[in-house]
């Protein structure tokens, strides 16, 4: 297993910018497929991105790209998610996810992923 613990979390306007910060520690993090998912109130839980275990390969929900960059550092242990220009309908509890053994960027499903963080909120004011 790998533990995750979210951070960078806040509220924001609309247009402005956050980065999440997920801190990964147990298991080797550098052999773990990773990804960003949201949840908002009263909707399941939904993909927002992912990335391989070298970083060279990403992978984006429509509803993010051009918006949002998923980004690693294995040496620090810890996964990252820039978001800019932010909108109200990003509003959302973020979690990471850690897919241990799986080099690839293309995990999409929450069943994909095998453990999570307790997710950190952000609100984007209009």
């Known amino acids: 297993q790998v533990q995750l613990v979210e951070s960078g979390g806040g509220l924001v306007q609309a247009g402005g910018s956050l980065r999440l910060s997920c801190a990964a520690s147990g298991r080797t993090f550098s052999n773990c497929g990773m990804g960003w998912f949201r949840q908002a109130p009263g909707k399941e839980l939904e993909f927002v991105a992912a990335?391989?275990?070298?970083?060279?390969?990403?992978n984006y929900a429509d509803s993010v790209k051009g918006r949002f960059t998923i980004s690693r550092d294995n040496a620090e242990n810890t996964l990252y998610l820039q978001m800019n220009s932010l909108k109200p309908e990003d509003t959302a509890v973020y979690y990471c996810?850690?897919?241990?053994?799986?080099?690839?960027?293309?995990?999409?499903?929450?069943?994909?992923?095998?453990?999570w963080g307790q997710g950190t909120q952000v609100t984007v004011s209009s």
């Open positions: 990335i391989s275990v070298s970083g060279g390969s990403t």
């Open positions: 996810a850690a897919r241990p053994e799986y080099h690839y960027s293309d995990a999409r499903e929450v069943s994909d992923f095998g453990s």
